[in-house]
């Protein structure tokens, strides 16, 4: 099994930033994408950004573009997202996820494994 765990999310003003992390351990894999997903109360879960093995290519949600940026360093095997420019509507919970293989997944079922969420609250 692998175990995720989500840090770095809390209160923010808006305008402002956070970086999460989260960290992988456990059962390892020679090649896995990592995604970042975050859920609002009353929403479904959706992506944020995801990053294949490489860490060549990256996808993001459309309204976390530019201002979001995933990164990830294999050796720690942890995954970041550095979010700035924070707004109100980017209140939610935050789940990093793991998927077996090198290649990019863009939806919920494609991940293996996922953490516990961490909370960020935006104010207005």
């Known amino acids: 099994q692998v175990q995720l765990v989500e840090s770095g999310g809390g209160l923010v003003q808006a305008g402002g930033s956070l970086r999460l992390s989260c960290a992988a351990s456990?059962?390892?894999?020679?090649?896995?994408?990592m995604g970042w997903f975050r859920q609002a109360p009353g929403k479904e879960r959706e992506l944020v950004a995801a990053?294949?093995?490489?860490?060549?290519?990256?996808v993001y949600a459309s309204s976390v573009k530019g201002r979001f940026t995933i990164s990830r360093d294999n050796a720690k095997i942890t995954v970041y997202l550095q979010m700035n420019s924070l707004k109100p509507e980017d209140t939610a919970v935050y789940y990093c996820?793991?998927?077996?293989?090198?290649?990019?997944?863009?939806?919920?079922?494609?991940?293996?494994?996922w953490g516990q969420g961490t909370q960020v609250t935006v104010s207005s």
């Open positions: 456990g059962r390892t894999f020679s090649s896995y994408a």
């Open positions: 996820a793991l998927r077996r293989g090198g290649a990019i997944g863009t939806m919920l079922n494609e991940y293996n494994f």
């Open positions: 990053m294949d093995w490489s860490g060549g290519n990256t």
